[in-house]
């Protein structure tokens, strides 16, 4: 699926810097964020009715500029 982060002005100190789109169907929300080792990335959460569980990724800077690497976890379900 194809995404794209459109900025948002923030409400509050916990709202997202980011609404993540695909086509005019809202499918998350990001926000900037910063590591323990004071590096810069973006933090994912993808929702949608089709998945099973929310999704929690991570988008980090390339060398490439505007470019990301994308890490992303799921939670365990209980079987």
């Known amino acids: 699926m194809k995404v794209r982060l459109n900025p948002i002005e ?3 100190r916990d709202a997202p810097d ?3 789109m695909s086509g005019m169907a809202e499918v998350g929300a990001a926000w900037n964020a910063t590591s323990g080792d004071e590096e810069p990335y973006i933090s994912v959460k ?3 009715p089709s ?3 929310p999704i ?3 988008l980090w800077p390339t060398a490439v500029e505007g470019d990301y690497d994308l890490v992303w976890s799921r939670p365990k379900r209980d079987a």
């Open 56 to 58: 929690n990724a991570a």
């Open 18 to 20: 980011f609404r993540i």
């Open 51 to 53: 998945f099973n569980a």
């Open 46 to 48: 993808l929702d949608d």
């Open 10 to 12: 923030r409400s509050s």
